[in-house]
């Protein structure tokens, strides 16, 4: 007997958990149970992760919970030890050898006092980002943007050459000079310098996809990065333990704790966390691997 189609199929019943964790997240917060308030971002995101993982396993038959475990590990894995990077960018101590511990950009409150209970909170919630991303993703390219298609068009040795060393530039000099105003080159860098090696080298890219006029990929991880954001930030506002920024351009204009430009840099930042993926999953995983969900 064939499977059912995906509009057939049931959601997978770590979806309905995962919907019962937002909703008890929620209404434990409300009511302010305080451990739930205290961890109230990687529980919620938690529940997140498994309701879509169960809604992609509905629309394509694949998720990291069912099929594809594995890599569902190392999209966890890579979403740490990226982020971690982007603390350190955030962190200007670390370069300047000084004791003050506040973030350049971004900057957290009401942490957990134990520091080994604060890194599991830290590496817990940095293990949500990337299989959050990826996940919205893989849901918007099998229904709104399925099948989307522009003009094909292949970039140039050179161009991509250009973006590489583009890249290369913005990656190093928000380590050389510390300042507020370079937030963005940290959001863009690593996809300049990533994405073209991927398309040269063959891997899952939304660069090489452009050249065969297929923008499915592109246009889900942008909406991705929007509605993720969207919900990082309104989760975030409400959260005992939580995130507030400065940004030195309208920073104060924001809805939730995010300046309103601010938004803008979730779109670029999902095309910068999936190039490093597949950067990292290139070196480590077999050319007999599975194609990836997203």
């Known amino acids: 007997m064939s499977a059912a189609p995906a509009s057939k199929r049931a959601l997978p019943a770590h979806g309905w958990f995962g919907l019962a964790v937002i909703v008890g997240a929620e209404i434990s917060l409300m009511a302010g149970e305080p451990s739930v308030a205290g961890w109230f971002t990687p529980i919620v995101w938690t529940g997140y992760v498994l309701f879509v993982d169960a809604l992609v396993r509905r629309l394509t038959g694949r998720s990291y919970l069912t099929s594809d475990r594995g890599e569902g590990v190392l999209v966890a894995l890579a979403s740490v030890a990226c982020w971690w990077l982007f603390e350190l960018y955030n962190a200007p101590r670390f370069w300047r050898g000084g004791a003050e511990s506040v973030g350049l950009w971004w900057q957290y409150h009401g942490l957990e006092p134990n520091l080994f209970l604060r890194r599991v909170g830290y590496d817990w919630s940095f293990a949500t980002i990337f299989p959050a991303l990826f996940l919205t993703a893989a849901a918007l390219r099998a229904t709104i943007f399925h099948g989307a298609r522009v003009r094909p068009r292949r970039l140039s040795p050179k161009t991509l050459g250009l973006m590489t060393a583009l ?44 050249g065969h006029g297929d923008a499915s990929r ?17 989760w975030n506002y409400w959260a005992a333990t939580r995130w507030t920024y400065t940004v030195p351009y309208l920073g104060g204009v924001k809805v939730f704790e995010m300046p309103v430009l601010g938004y803008l840099g979730f779109p670029p930042f999902v095309l910068e966390c999936y190039a490093m993926y597949h950067w990292l999953r290139g070196l480590v995983a077999a050319r007999s691997a599975p194609t990836p969900v997203l």
Not at 182 to 188: C, D, E, N, T, Y
């Open 167 to 210: 890249g290369a530039v913005s990656v190093v000099l928000p380590l050389v000079i510390v300042s507020a105003w370079l937030v963005p080159l940290v959001w863009i860098g690593w996809a300049l310098v990533l994405e073209p090696l991927n398309a040269r080298a063959g891997r899952p890219s939304w660069l090489a996809d452009l």
């Open 218 to 234: 592109l246009l889900a991880l942008l909406g991705a990065g929007a509605m993720c954001g969207v919900l990082w930030e309104f």
